[in-house]
């Protein structure tokens, strides 16, 4: 998915959204802006506005197409009276997040380029789909062929498994990874609110 000036999006949804935005900087840059704000009227968001703002967010923290969305929506709807749970256990079972999870990478993004260039395997077998969806003890593994690679050349020395969630484990000496258990949604862990993207698809 093309993604535009990162900064500029992200100053717009007022969250650090991006891995680039998340210094000081940026975090100036927010406070200046809200500084010029408050010597004007300050305006009545919509709800509509505000369930646009966190549907951007969410997007934009996972790197996926609206159709992405919309599709992981309206299966968590259809499938469960808990949606918000279903749908970020889903948006969290993606290949490519797993692997950023695994700390395989230092980004979502970097983490769908591994994936889309074929550098994991999960049970044994190559994946090159980033939104493939991982399973409850499925192993995922460093293809042999890239093990020398750039990216993960050293791995051994950079990797830190004390940053893990308790849902995926890695085992750096054997180059590879299980999820143990579904991802659990913690609110105070994400930068957008869910619970208004669901409102946004149920207009």
């Known amino acids: 998915m093309k993604i535009g000036p990162k900064f500029k999006i992200a100053k717009r949804l007022g969250a650090p959204i991006f891995e680039k935005t998340q210094s000081q900087k940026f975090e100036l840059s927010l406070a200046r802006s809200a500084n010029q704000r408050r010597g004007k009227r300050p305006g009545q968001a919509s709800d509509y506005k505000r369930q646009l703002i966190e549907k951007q967010k969410l997007r934009f923290t996972y790197g996926i197409s609206e159709k992405q969305l919309r599709r992981y929506h309206d299966d968590a709807v259809e499938k469960s009276n808990q949606p918000v749970a279903v749908m970020m256990e889903r948006l969290e079972s993606r290949l490519d997040n797993v692997i950023y999870k695994m700390g395989l990478a230092k980004t979502r993004r970097l983490a769908r380029q591994i994936a889309s260039h074929g550098h994991i395997c999960v049970n044994g ?23 020398q690679t750039g990216l993960f050349i050293d791995l051994k020395e950079k990797h830190e498994t004390a940053g893990l969630p308790a849902w995926v484990t890695f085992d750096v000496k054997k180059m590879e990874g299980e999820m143990k258990a579904l991802p659990i949604y913690n609110p105070a862990e994400t930068l957008f609110d869910p619970e208004q993207v669901m409102e946004f698809y149920s207009r």
Request: hydrophobic share 30%.
């Open 125 to 147: 077998k190559k994946m090159t789909i980033p939104s493939h969806k991982v399973k409850v003890g499925d192993v995922l593994s460093i293809r042999e062929g890239s093990r």
